[in-house]
């Protein structure tokens, strides 16, 4: 009777290994790339005349965990991003002021920590939503031309660097594969408005 508990035992213990073996992955690193502008409707509510403000973000982020892993409904984001928007043409901030032709550019470097809520996050495909605080250091920088009354052309520059607090609100896609690695398509507001790609490793 004892041998053949023994035997049992040992018959079983391949297939409790796995289980036993399974790791839940609680950290993830990864790098999301975005388009990132700030749309004309609201730059419209400051300046009454503009070029079209648009760029890029590239994004390296630390993930973190619950307890099932990629699996688990809550995450959280700490990212460091930075950011580039210009455009070139017309300025003017109020209908009756010079017009003036020239360029601008406005670069930002933050750092944020986000929280994500998964619906059915068991799912190897599903949505999320989050919100998220930080800090960043934003330059803006201008320059351009216009002609006084007696044909002079006169040249200005704009030159401001300021700390910014800044507000995260993603909305995205993710797709889990085997817990390993995430790919994610995420659009939000993070001081400017972005769409684009991530992946991310686990471990």
Known sequence: ??????????????????AADS????????A???????PSALLDLALYQHPKLTGTAMSFELHTYG?????????????????RISGEGYWR??????????SGEITQLNFTASILLHIFPSFPIHPY?????GIGRMSIWAE?????????????TFLKKIIVPVGHIPVGIVGNINDK??????????NGFYFGGSVVVNF
């Open 129 to 133: 939503m989050g919100g998220g605080i």
């Open 67 to 83: 307890d099932k892993g990629p699996r688990s409904v809550f995450s959280g984001v700490y990212c460091l991003e930075y950011s």
């Open 23 to 30: 790791k839940v992955f609680l950290y993830g690193t990864g």
């Open 181 to 190: 690695f995430l790919l994610r398509a995420e659009a939000g507001f993070k």
């Open 93 to 102: 901030v109020e209908n009756y002021d010079t017009r003036i032709f020239g």
């Open 144 to 156: 351009g031309s216009h002609q006084d009354e007696l044909g002079t052309t006169i040249r200005e």
């Open 1 to 18: 009777m004892k041998a053949i508990l023994i035997l049992l035992i040992i018959a079983l213990l391949p297939i409790s290994q796995p």
């Open 32 to 38: 999301r790339f975005s388009s990132f502008g700030i």
